[in-house]
Nanobody
Framework: QVQLVESGGGLVQPGGSLTLSCAAS????????MFWVRQAPGKGLEWVSS????????YYGDPFKGRFTTSRDNAKNTVSLQMNGLKPEDTAVYYC???????????WGQGTQVTVSS
């Protein structure tokens, strides 16, 4: 079965950096788009980024452009989210997901908590 396991979350000070990873299994990783979304306390899901199947194209929500970078390693079945310049409002649970194209998500992981606080 599909498994998406996020890791790398934690507590970081404002202005700091953090890299999240998502280990995928149970499907042909290179045949799927990968996504990152987040959910802040008391708020709905917010799209963070998407990366196409080969990894050559990436897309970001406006709040994340220039600060976040997503990449993938199809040999290792992993997708990462490098987050720089973190702000308190970036505090959220971050989830990775997979999908057959840029518009559909099949599965989500269990999420990893990111807390930005001094």
């Amino acid at each position: 079965q599909v498994q998406l396991v996020e890791s790398g979350g934690g507590l970081v000070q404002p202005g700091g950096s953090l890299t999240l990873s998502c280990a995928a299994s149970g499907f042909t990783f290179s045949g799927y788009w990968m996504f990152w979304v987040r959910q802040a306390p008391g708020k709905g899901l917010e799209w963070v980024s998407s990366i196409n199947k080969p990894g050559g194209s990436t897309y970001y929500g406006d709040p994340f452009k220039g600060r976040f970078t997503t990449s993938r390693d199809n040999a290792k079945n992993t997708v990462s989210l490098q987050m720089n310049g973190l702000k308190p409002e970036d505090t959220a649970v971050y989830y990775c997901g997979n999908g057959p194209d840029s518009w559909h998500v099949d599965s989500w992981g269990q999420g990893t908590q990111v807390t930005v606080s001094s």
